[in-house]
């Protein structure tokens, strides 16, 4: 099914949420096209959560990809990106950071890298370094207060293990309670969680996100 009568109301409802109109009609189309978008305004403050989830390659890497593309030349961007892209004919995970472009390979063969120096999860390796230089520019870019922050994305490893971009992911949504305690606004960033659509639950608890504070949008 489609939004339709629903559009008008959920466009005025996302304009006052984010006060950017560009936004709101990117997150409408977002949402005709199945990716299933959560907001919440943190704590009625500045600081906007969105929870952008779907499956597994369902598209959410790319969807947020393309709008931030669109959004760069407007406003400022930062964070990670993590895609898969085509090496040697096989599918491997990368991170792209958005600020400048700058991109590394994630995903590694277990042979690759002695033990120490890669994180494994079932079949998949992932280079701890390169998680390392990625939650530091997830960091700065939030420290600079760039508009709009990528974190992509966050999953068991975060969750679980306390792995991967838990650190960064920690440190900007602790913002979260800061603000309740402090009753004021630090902060004017929409920040963009990447999340497979059978966690978010999970998420919600483990960073203390009100499910009352939270908006849902899908077609």
């Known amino acids: 099914s489609s939004l339709g009568q629903y559009r008008g109301p959920l466009l005025d409802q996302l304009v006052s949420i984010t006060r950017d109109v560009a936004l709101a ?14 907001y919440t305004q943190v704590g009625g403050f500045d600081m906007v959560v ?5 499956g597994v390659h369902s598209g959410k890497s790319t969807g947020v990809g393309e709008w931030v593309q669109q959004q760069s030349a407007a406003h ?3 964070g990670i990106l993590s895609p898969d892209e085509l090496l040697e004919g096989q599918k491997v995970r990368h991170m792209v950071h958005l600020a400048t472009g700058t991109k590394r390979q994630l995903q590694v063969s277990k042979a690759d890298l002695p033990d120490e120096e890669r994180i494994d999860i079932c079949d998949y390796a992932f280079c701890k370094k390169v998680f390392d230089w990625a939650n530091e520019c997830i960091l700065r870019d939030f420290e600079r207060g760039v508009e709009y922050l990528v974190i992509d ?9 306390g792995s991967g971009l838990a650190e960064s992911t920690r440190q900007v949504l602790g913002l979260h309670q800061q603000q309740q305690q402090q009753q004021r606004s ?21 960073y203390n996100l009100s499910d009352a504070d939270v908006q849902s949008f899908a077609d």
């Open 50 to 54: 969105v929870l952008v989830t779907g």
């Open 153 to 161: 994305e966050v999953g068991p490893l975060e969750i679980r293990r």
């Open 25 to 38: 009609h990117r997150i409408i189309h977002a949402a005709s096209r199945k990716t299933f978008w959560r």
């Open 76 to 78: 400022s961007v930062g």
């Open 186 to 206: 630090t902060k004017d960033t929409t920040i963009f969680i990447v999340v497979r659509e059978k966690m978010v639950g999970e998420l919600m608890q483990h």
